[in-house]
């Protein structure tokens, strides 16, 4: 069984970090991309960056237009746990944000980069973040 267990949410300042955690289990981790997206109140559930989300480059990254400089996603393979590291943090931010696992082979219908929430077939429970001015 496929779980996703993120942590690491709350509130912080805006211009503040934070630092999200992705711990994986029940699949191997090499055949999926990882995904972070992000709900905010009112909104749609929208893509924020993703890990080996390219064809044929495990590791490979991509971010949301809004969020490049902002925002790292990185992996521990040997913990299966995905990071993503926060900074200058603007009130926008503030939302529920999931992490998400899609097999690799969704690319085919889906393209790539993988940041289509439609491509990803198992989410967490979505830690809040809220921003406080």
């Known amino acids: 069984e496929v779980q996703l267990v993120e942590s690491g949410g709350g509130l912080v300042q805006a211009g503040g970090s934070l630092t999200l955690s992705c711990v994986a289990s029940?699949?191997?981790?090499?055949?999926?991309?990882i995904g972070w997206f992000r709900q905010a109140p009112g909104k749609e559930r929208e893509g924020v960056s993703c890990?080996?989300?390219?064809?044929?480059?495990?590791?490979?990254?991509y971010y949301a237009d809004s969020l490049k400089g902002r925002f790292t996603i990185s992996s521990d393979n040997a913990e299966n746990t995905v990071y993503l590291h926060m900074h200058s943090l603007k009130p926008a931010a503030t939302a529920v944000y999931y992490c998400?696992?899609?097999?690799?082979?969704?690319?085919?219908?889906?393209?790539?980069?993988?940041?289509?929430?439609?491509?990803?077939?198992?989410w967490g429970q979505g830690p809040p973040v809220t921003l406080s001015s």
């Open positions: 998400a696992a899609a097999r690799a082979s969704a690319r085919a219908l889906y393209g790539a980069p993988l940041l289509n929430r439609y491509a990803y077939a198992d």
């Open positions: 029940g699949f191997t981790f090499d055949d999926y991309a």
């Open positions: 890990i080996s989300c390219f064809d044929g480059i495990k590791g490979s990254t």
